[in-house]
Nanobody, 128 residues
Framework: QVQLVESGGGLVKPGGSLRLSCVAS????????IFWFRQAPGKEREGISC????????YYSESVKDRFTIIRDDAKNTNYLQMDNLEPEDTAVYYC?????????????????????WGKGTTVTVST
């Protein structure tokens, strides 16, 4: 059974850090582009980062650029989203997703949410 499971969310103060994990089972993440999305309360889902199958290309939305880092560890079949200098506006449910036919090839890739495999999400709350 193909599955993606996110973890690592929680409550953190502004300026703090969290590392989200996305573990794949039922298939290997090798060569799959990985995408991270988030959905804040009352807002549309937003693509925030992706990494190419080779790991050589990454893209970030303007809202998280220079604060978040996407990392792939194919040996562990896991992808990570390192989030630093968190802001209250980062409060959202975070999802990882992938698809064998999707590519992280440009900023427009972050607008592609027609992906086959999604996790159920992990909640991040940034608050004092």
């Amino acid at each position: 059974q193909v599955q993606l499971v996110e973890s690592g969310g929680g409550l953190v103060k502004p300026g703090g850090s969290l590392r989200l994990s996305c573990v794949a089972s039922g298939f290997t993440l090798d060569y799959y582009a990985i995408f991270w999305f988030r959905q804040a309360p009352g807002k549309e889902r937003e693509g925030i980062s992706c990494i190419s199958g080779s790991g050589g290309t990454t893209y970030y939305s303007e809202s998280v650029k220079d604060r978040f880092t996407i990392i792939r560890d194919d040996a562990k079949n896991t992808n990570y989203l390192q989030m630093d200098n968190l802001e209250p506006e980062d409060t959202a449910v975070y999802y990882c997703a992938t698809d064998s036919n999707a590519y992280c090839s440009g900023y427009e890739s972050l607008r592609n949410d027609k992906l086959n495999y999604w996790g159920k999400g992990t909640t991040v709350t940034v608050s004092t």
